[in-house]
């Protein structure tokens, strides 16, 4: 079972050989639930070898081959929690794990149903996390799949010790006459904490920026101590650094609940950019610059005129697009389906994939499209 990326996501949106078969199984991280992905496996299979013609099975069951070898390994999806993708032609089979959950579904048509790959490809972006903890500095670099920790280069400081070395302050009392000696003592002691702080933290974030992020322009997320994160966002120059936090002990930290944590983040500005995306597509139609016309839509694929597309998520249109006619053919008997031919073209001619949870108020047809003209 592979990831997705770029490589893989070319290999399958250009595939050659026909028929192409893809099938979409939901799949559990434990027991009783990942036994229970066997069988519905199982029955998806039986449900394609009922819905193909006479004509289709020998081909059919040529593409169904490889995917019943997997049913054989008892533990192929235990331990994971998201959806198995499964492709098979004449050429290519690939069985692919995507962290997002989507509906149980198999497809048959002469190109793979890629839909969920290409919205799935513009949310999965790499991050860099900086975790600031009391005593140490951790850089991670994650994506939708995980997050793992980077070995520093050695020039970066990963203590305040090494950062400052001589020059850190002591944070010793200094004595005073009577019962100002406590609070004369604290306040300087707190004085030259900040002080340190300050100090080591431009540090971290000059390195930082310098060695990383300057180079990869990839979101900078930052976990430390609520105090630490006020300080360190008041004094960064890393253009990288993205506003949220994430406030936690990061010494005491969990890997997971921190990755679960910077998704959430991350998710939630994702939304707002794709909010302000649908706004433009509101203000477009009245401009003749967007359209939910799936007709329509098919002939701005072709010419390469779509900036966005938006897809309600598991929605279906049947029939082909030609491409010699310049027309979409819907056809409810087909196994073919309209809306990936139309993705197909966009992701082709660079436009960006959106699926969407609740479209079908703003797109009546489960579609819809933002051009560049």
């Given at each position: 079972?592979?990831?997705?990326?770029?490589?893989?996501?070319?290999?399958?949106?250009?595939?050659?050989?026909?028929?192409?078969?893809?099938?979409?199984?939901?799949?559990?991280?434990?027991?009783?639930?990942?036994?229970?992905?066997?069988?519905?496996?199982?029955?998806?299979?039986?449900?394609?070898?009922?819905?193909?013609?006479?004509?289709?099975?020998?081909?059919?069951?040529?593409?169904?081959?490889?995917?019943?070898?997997?049913?054989?390994?008892?533990?192929?999806?235990?331990?994971?929690?998201?959806?198995?993708?499964?492709?098979?032609?004449?050429?290519?089979?690939?069985?692919?794990?995507?962290?997002?959950?989507?509906?149980?579904?198999?497809?048959?048509?002469?190109?793979?149903?890629?839909?969920?790959?290409?919205?799935?490809?513009?949310?999965?972006?790499?991050?860099?996390?900086?975790?600031?903890?009391?005593?140490?500095?951790?850089?991670?670099?994650?994506?939708?799949?995980?997050?793992?920790?980077?070995?520093?280069?050695?020039?970066?400081?990963?203590?305040?010790?090494?950062?400052?070395?001589?020059?850190?302050?002591?944070?010793?009392?200094?004595?005073?006459?009577?019962?100002?000696?406590?609070?004369?003592?604290?306040?300087?002691?707190?004085?030259?904490?900040?002080?340190?702080?300050?100090?080591?933290?431009?540090?971290?974030?000059?390195?930082?920026?310098?060695?990383?992020?300057?180079?990869?322009?990839?979101?900078?997320?930052?976990?430390?101590?609520?105090?630490?994160?006020?300080?360190?966002?008041?004094?960064?120059?890393?253009?990288?650094?993205?506003?949220?936090?994430?406030?936690?002990?990061?010494?005491?930290?969990?890997?997971?609940?921190?990755?679960?944590?910077?998704?959430?983040?991350?998710?939630?500005?994702?939304?707002?950019?794709?909010?302000?995306?649908?706004?433009?597509?509101?203000?477009?139609?009245?401009?003749?610059?967007?359209?939910?016309?799936?007709?329509?839509?098919?002939?701005?694929?072709?010419?390469?005129?779509?900036?966005?597309?938006?897809?309600?998520?598991?929605?279906?249109?049947?029939?082909?697009?030609?491409?010699?006619?310049?027309?979409?053919?819907?056809?409810?008997?087909?196994?073919g389906d309209i809306i990936n031919k139309i993705a197909l073209l966009t992701y082709k001619n660079g436009g960006k994939i959106h699926t969407l949870a609740h479209a079908e108020g703003a797109f009546p047809e489960g579609i819809g499209a933002l051009n560049r003209f």
């Amino acid at each position: 079972m592979k990831t997705l990326d770029i490589e893989l996501l070319e290999t399958l949106t250009t595939v050659n050989s026909t028929p192409a078969l893809s099938i979409y199984l939901p799949v559990h991280r434990n027991l009783p639930e990942s036994a229970q992905d066997h069988l519905t496996l199982k029955n998806l299979l039986r449900d394609i070898r009922a819905q193909m013609s006479n004509d289709q099975q020998h081909v059919v069951e040529k593409l169904i081959e490889p995917i019943e070898k997997l049913l054989n390994e008892k533990s192929f999806s235990r331990g994971k929690q998201g959806t198995l993708a499964i492709f098979s032609s004449a050429d290519v089979f690939e069985t692919i794990f995507l962290p997002e959950v989507y509906p149980s579904a198999f497809y048959y048509d002469d190109c793979f149903y890629v839909v969920p790959l290409l919205a799935f490809t513009s949310i999965n972006s790499s991050f860099y996390l900086l975790a600031l903890g009391k005593n140490h500095v951790r850089l991670f670099e994650g994506d939708c799949y995980g997050l793992e920790e980077i070995t520093l280069e050695d020039h970066i400081p990963t203590t305040m010790k090494e950062a400052l070395g001589d020059d850190l302050t002591d944070n010793h009392l200094h004595g005073a006459a009577g019962g100002s000696a406590g609070i004369h003592g604290y306040m300087e002691i707190t004085d030259e904490k900040v002080t340190d702080n300050t100090r080591f933290f431009r540090i971290v974030d000059r390195e930082i920026d310098e060695t990383y992020c300057k180079h990869r322009k990839i979101p900078l997320l930052l976990a430390a101590l609520p105090e630490n994160i006020s300080l360190f966002q008041s004094l960064s120059k890393n253009e990288c650094l993205v506003p949220d936090a994430i406030s936690l002990n990061a010494d005491g930290m969990d890997k997971s609940d921190l990755h679960r944590r910077a998704l959430h983040i991350l998710e939630t500005q994702r939304q707002l950019a794709l909010q302000k995306q649908i706004n433009r597509y509101a203000v477009g139609k009245s401009e003749h610059l967007a359209t939910d016309a799936i007709a329509d839509i098919a002939v701005n694929a072709m010419d390469g005129r779509i900036e966005r597309l938006f897809v309600a998520a598991g929605k279906r249109f049947p029939g082909t697009v030609s491409l010699s006619d310049r027309k979409i053919k819907p056809d409810t008997g087909s196994s073919g389906d309209i809306i990936n031919k139309i993705a197909l073209l966009t992701y082709k001619n660079g436009g960006k994939i959106h699926t969407l949870a609740h479209a079908e108020g703003a797109f009546p047809e489960g579609i819809g499209a933002l051009n560049r003209f």
